[in-house]
């Protein structure tokens, strides 16, 4: 069952952001800091009694600013597109409002589960506005308070009520996501691969707007591709625009067991592109990257152009790099054998003694340094999981595993074993027990 998305959307000022991060048990800070780049983390997978979900922050609908037909469109598209619930937060202490009104007639549209969430009722002024709130014609009100808790356990309870435990995918079929920054070719790079024009193609950044996923057959084997979002538009007003697509793409790269990052030949690798693997590589996905529109490149060669993104990408030297054109179809053939290679690596098992082996050669071959007189040592090393692998080392102390040496380790696994395209995890233990 895929996870539930939940959004917070209301005025500015209301309390969402306090309401955010109480739900996701942390402050969210800048990511990014790069103009046209996603700046504020308005997304977050959080858990309430063993219960996973989306959580959006949308931002503040606003009728009073200039471009407020737009910014409505972003929200409300953010609102009915994706969430299951959606949490419209209030200010007690101001009452009911225009702009609450404006926010009531885009979710009148909606459909969908709207709790209301009156927030400041600690203030006094709160107590007696709360009624006026009825006004919006939903038929769940909740008085909460960011700040002091008041209300939280109940508005949780509520949000979650239909949601199921421990939210887990049941299709056993191999998943893989299309993703990168706008038109880079992802939506062409689909519809070569499904052979049929399934997805809008432009050549105008932002046209595909929703991720979709479809079936690909390929060698009598099905497989689920996931198209994501590649939207931005220029301007402030659309900067919600660029962070939902963020957000989708993310949720693509979660349902994905590998994740194909598509590059632009013409445009060559930008610093996004980085960012974009970075997130399929901290969730632990298989990668691929897919250098598109080759055809186009005429003075550069795939020795040269591929020297080039291994030092760019230096976090991603075990990830293939496949070039093609998904427009002519040129060297799509190369594609399909690079994702099954990878989707046997990701679920690849070693067997104990063959693991136990390569490590112990490995700190035969170069010790690790001592530290304040102390040095490493391995005792017993076991696979305790796939997608990606996970190697545990029990160790004498693992307070004296320097990042240098694990990633000898890790190189040193690679040597032995196909690891080609899939992140390995390594975790050290203490073998007396203390974690």
Not at 124 to 146: M, R, V
């Amino acid at each position: 069952m895929a996870i539930p998305t939940v959004a917070l959307v209301g005025r500015p000022n209301v309390g969402k952001s306090t309401l955010f991060n109480k739900i996701c048990g942390k402050k969210i800070s800048i990511i990014e800091d790069t103009p046209g780049v996603t700046r504020d983390r308005i997304y977050q997978e959080a858990k309430y009694n063993n219960k996973k979900f989306y959580l959006i922050d949308t931002g503040g609908i606003d009728a009073t600013k200039m471009d407020f037909n737009d910014e409505i469109k972003i929200q409300a598209e953010i609102a009915i597109s994706d969430a299951d619930v959606v949490v419209f937060v209030v200010d007690g202490k101001e009452g009911l409002t225009h702009n609450d009104l404006i926010v009531r007639d885009i979710l009148r549209k909606s459909n969908k589960k709207v709790i209301v969430a009156i927030n400041k009722i600690d203030v006094k002024e709160a107590q007696n506005n709360i009624y006026d709130f009825y006004e919006l014609g939903f038929d769940t009100y909740l008085p909460i308070s960011s700040i002091h808790n008041t209300g939280y356990v109940e508005l949780m309870d509520t949000i979650t009520n239909d949601f199921n435990e421990n939210n887990t995918e049941i299709d056993n079929r191999l998943k893989f996501s299309i993703i990168g920054r706008p038109n880079v070719g992802k939506s062409s790079l689909m519809n070569a691969l499904l052979n049929e024009e399934r997805v809008v193609v432009s050549n105008v950044a932002g046209t595909t707007r929703d991720s979709i996923d479809s079936i690909l057959k390929y060698n009598n084997e099905e497989y689920i591709l996931i198209d994501t979002a590649g939207m931005r538009k220029k301007g402030k007003v659309f900067e919600s625009i660029e962070k939902y697509s963020l957000f989708r793409s993310l949720q693509s790269i979660d349902k994905s067991d590998i994740c194909l990052v598509v590059i632009n030949a013409e445009e060559g690798i930008k610093e996004h592109d980085k960012h974009i693997a970075g997130y399929a590589i901290e969730r632990g996905k298989g990668l691929i990257f897919v250098v598109n529109k080759w055809d186009a490149v005429k003075d550069t060669t795939i020795q040269e152009f591929e020297k080039l993104m291994r030092a760019e990408f230096q976090f991603a030297t075990y990830a293939p790099i496949v070039f093609l054109s998904a427009l002519t179809k040129k060297r799509i053939h190369t594609l399909m054998p690079e994702v099954i290679k990878v989707s046997e690596n990701i679920k690849r098992e070693i067997k104990t003694s063959l693991l136990n082996e390569v490590i112990m050669d490995a700190f035969q071959l170069n010790p690790p340094p001592s530290y304040k007189g102390k040095r490493l040592k391995s005792y017993f090393s076991s696979q305790t999981g796939t997608k990606p692998p996970k190697f545990t080392l029990r160790v004498n102390n693992k307070g004296l595993v320097h990042f240098s040496y694990e990633r000898y380790l890790e190189n040193k696994i690679r040597e032995n074993f196909d690891f080609t395209g899939t992140p390995i995890i390594l975790q050290f233990k203490n073998r007396s027990g203390d974690e």
